[in-house]
């Protein structure tokens, strides 16, 4: 069984970075795909950035050029990296799991997300 661990949260100033990490287990191959979503207090959640068994990757407009997604398949654990923080980004991030994703073009439907981490917040300050 799956099974996602986030970590990294926590609060930052605006314009500043934060990492988080999703470390997966539970699953014998390395190309899995990846998806971030992001849930504010009273908002719905969205899908951020995806990473493609293939490596292949997507952004939403609002954090393209500020988000990077990347693995690290020796240490079976995916990253996103978050620059120009905004109080906007503020959110629950969490990753979710997805056993054959490839060429990412858009966020992937979620009856495709096969496990859900639990979340890491980040909290963006002014």
């Known amino acids: 069984q799956v099974q996602l661990v986030e970590s990294g949260g926590g609060s930052v100033q605006v314009g500043g970075s934060v990492r988080i990490s999703c470390a997966v287990s539970?699953?014998?191959?390395?190309?899995?795909?990846i998806t971030w979503f992001r849930q504010a207090p009273g908002k719905e959640r969205e899908g951020v950035a995806v990473?493609?068994?293939?490596?292949?990757?997507f952004y939403i407009g609002s954090v393209k050029g500020r988000f990077s997604v990347s693995r690290d398949s020796a240490k079976n654990t995916v990253y996103l990296d978050m620059n120009n923080l905004q109080p906007e980004d503020t959110a629950v991030y969490s990753c979710?799991?997805?056993?054959?994703?490839?060429?990412?073009?858009?966020?992937?439907?979620?009856?495709?997300?096969?496990?859900w981490g639990k979340g890491t917040q980040v909290t963006v300050s002014s």
């Open positions: 990473i493609g068994g293939d490596d292949s990757t």
């Open positions: 979710a799991f997805a056993s054959s994703v490839l060429n990412v073009r858009n966020i992937p439907p979620v009856g495709l997300f096969g496990a």
């Open positions: 539970g699953y014998r191959w390395q190309s899995y795909c």
